[in-house]
């Protein structure tokens, strides 16, 4: 849909009224930047908000105008922006080395509390990214088992590697531009939550040698995924001798101290882990098995994976990345950022109740989803799961007018959403979640202005 037709032309103005300074700084931009953005996700028409500073769970634009976050960096912010334990712990380590091209004390701190808080984490290689961290996952996987290809599952994004790009977003059976089709084939591609299909696929092809998924559900928890279905996963993959990967780029740190398999009490043979992980800055890694890491090891007569990377455990992520986790390993943080997001979700669908609007909000632990034009039995508790988890009703909004009015109608009561949703930090407080909810019921308002509610 062309960013024209998404446009509500009274919204509009308003909002180019409150954001002049983002206007100009993007009209820069475009000189500059493709669609004059740096993420595909902070692309908003006419122009997105330009953000000058960030504490705890708030944001100010350039203009001053503060919003309540529910970007939290992406995910990567946990204990809310700038949280000074972690300005400490950086600013100390830039005055010693930002990259000292050396084995360094720190990366081995910050190894040694991701294998407390994950016991799954016999090993760990830190990576640049996320998206480096499953592409090692992958390489690994497919060195250890000998068999080229992995099987993942629709809707599941594990970031913008070429052999896990095909099926993270609809139509999920769609060829991925620039991705050549011999790599796309080695990526087998099913619905989520069918356990059955998994083990047909694995029973059929011996080329699948791991099983890869978002351990909540793809984007964090659009269509969730529960510890049945995990057990399951584990069970069948161990039966047929393949290895299971949990991509807790989002999850790890979040769900709870030891990320999704600590909550669920599940172990894969290998994690992925980013955002959290380094505090907010950059920064990933490849958690699992002694044996499968092995492969990077150096050994006479022995296949190595080649691993070098620049940033690999740079020392100011690893400086945010300690700070972090030994406040997550306290445990207070994950279970304050998931109650807030719950008492959120709860009052939102109070409040669609209220007005009798065909919304509602879902999604586990510190993530909350919305979604407009639902009809269906209204949720009653954490348990609800919007159409059954049915994924082609739970996709695919992202570029309608309406959730495009919607996020701009947001920004104009002052709460920045993630898409259709986002997540909670420990910083965010009752008020926020009272202030959040009057700017939905605003933002609705203006809608209906639009004739769009
Ligand atoms: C589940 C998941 N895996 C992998 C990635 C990629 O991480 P990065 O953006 O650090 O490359 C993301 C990014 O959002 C993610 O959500």
Redesign the pocket.
């Known amino acids: 849909m062309s960013q024209a037709t998404l446009t509500c032309p009274a919204l509009a103005e308003r909002y180019v009224a409150a954001f002049p300074r983002s206007r100009k700084l993007h009209e820069r931009a475009s000189t500059i930047f493709p669609n004059g953005v740096t993420h595909d996700a902070r692309h908003l028409s006419p122009f997105p908000v330009y953000v000058d500073r960030a504490r705890g769970a708030h944001k100010w634009t350039v203009e001053g105008r503060e919003l309540i976050d529910y970007w939290s960096g992406?995910?990567a912010i946990l204990l809310g922006h700038s949280h000074p334990a972690i300005v400490e712990a950086v600013q100390r380590q830039m005055e010693k080395a930002t990259h000292p091209g050396a084995c360094h004390e720190r990366e081995i701190e910050w190894g040694q509390w991701v294998q407390r808080l994950l016991p799954s984490a016999e090993r760990i290689r830190f990576t640049g990214?996320?998206?480096?961290?499953?592409m090692m996952a992958l390489r690994l996987a497919r060195i250890f088992t000998g068999r080229p290809r992995v099987l993942k599952f629709a809707g599941?994004?594990?970031?913008?590697n070429d052999f896990l790009y095909p099926g993270a977003d609809a139509p999920y059976d769609a060829a991925v531009p620039g991705i050549s089709a011999a790599v796309a084939q080695q990526t087998v591609i099913v619905p989520p939550n069918d356990l059955q299909v998994v083990e047909e696929k694995l029973q059929r092809d011996p080329d699948i040698g791991c099983v890869i998924l978002?351990p909540t559900g793809g984007?964090?928890s659009q269509v969730p995924i529960r510890g049945p279905f995990l057990q399951g996963l584990r069970d069948i993959t161990t039966r047929h001798n393949r290895l299971l990967i949990f991509?807790?780029?989002?999850?790890g740190f979040r769900v709870s101290p030891g990320g999704a398999q600590g909550h669920y009490g599940i172990k894969p043979d290998l994690t992925?882990l980013?955002?959290i992980l380094a505090g907010g800055l950059?920064g990933?890694c490849v958690a699992g098995r002694a044996d499968i890491l092995a492969y990077l090891e150096f050994r006479p007569g022995k296949e190595k994976m080649r691993h070098p990377g620049t940033f690999n455990a740079n020392p100011l992520s690893a400086a945010a990345g300690i700070a972090t986790l030994q406040i997550v390993a306290e445990g207070q943080v994950c279970s304050r950022a998931n109650a807030v997001a719950g008492q959120l979700r709860q009052r939102l669908n109070a409040l669609f109740a209220e007005r009798g609007a065909a919304w509602a909000a879902y999604g586990e632990f510190s993530c909350f989803k919305l979604l407009p034009g639902y009809q269906g039995p209204r949720p009653n508790g954490d348990d609800f799961i919007p159409y059954g988890g049915d994924l082609d009703k739970l996709s695919g909004m992202l570029t309608s007018r309406l959730t495009h009015a919607f996020r701009q109608g947001m920004l104009l009561n002052g709460v920045d959403l993630m898409g259709m949703g986002g997540m909670t930090t420990a910083a965010h407080t009752e008020a926020d979640i009272e202030q959040t909810v009057a700017a939905v019921a605003g933002t609705l308002d203006l809608l209906g202005e639009e004739g769009l509610a």
């Open positions: 992406h995910g990214s996320g998206t480096e961290a499953t599941h994004f594990h970031g913008w978002e984007h964090w991509d807790e780029v989002i999850t992925t980013a955002k950059p990933g």
